[in-house]
């Protein structure tokens, strides 16, 4: 009898023993598994964070183009509106010159007449 229970716990140990080995080598395959997920997982941490590094770095870029080209803009605005200034006092030049010319006309136009009318006296007499 004591046979019987030495070999039944020796049995049992076995039984014990086996289902350790496979529950630690369950968790050995568990382990690794994981491993290799964590592992991939981190390389695409890896990669989004250098393609935001990237994306940042052409974002600034792009910032800082848009403020030249706006710096560019607005200087472009005032030399437009200097130019048009400019163009707005050759326009009155022009209309003051205009009016100047048809006074100088009228007035010519005046001493042509009084040439004539001169001229008529000495002829007529």
Do not use: N
Not at 56 to 64: G, I, N, P
Not at 73 to 84: C, F, H, K, P
């Amino acid at each position: 009898m004591t046979t019987v229970i030495i070999v039944l716990v020796v049995l049992a140990l076995l039984a014990l023993a086996f289902l350790v080995y496979r529950r630690r080598q369950h968790d050995q395959q568990f382990i690794a598994e994981r491993s290799r997920e964590v592992q991939g997982h981190r390389q695409e941490a890896e990669a989004h964070q250098q393609r935001a590094s990237e994306v940042s770095s052409t974002a600034a870029r792009k910032r800082q183009e848009a403020d030249q080209l706006e710096t560019e803009a607005e200087r472009l605005q005032q030399e437009s509106d200097r130019r048009r200034g400019e163009a707005a006092d050759l326009e009155e030049r022009g209309d003051r010159s205009l009016a100047y010319a048809q006074r100088h006309e009228g007035a010519a136009s005046e001493k042509d007449e009084e040439i004539e009318d001169r001229s008529r006296r000495f002829r007529v007499r």
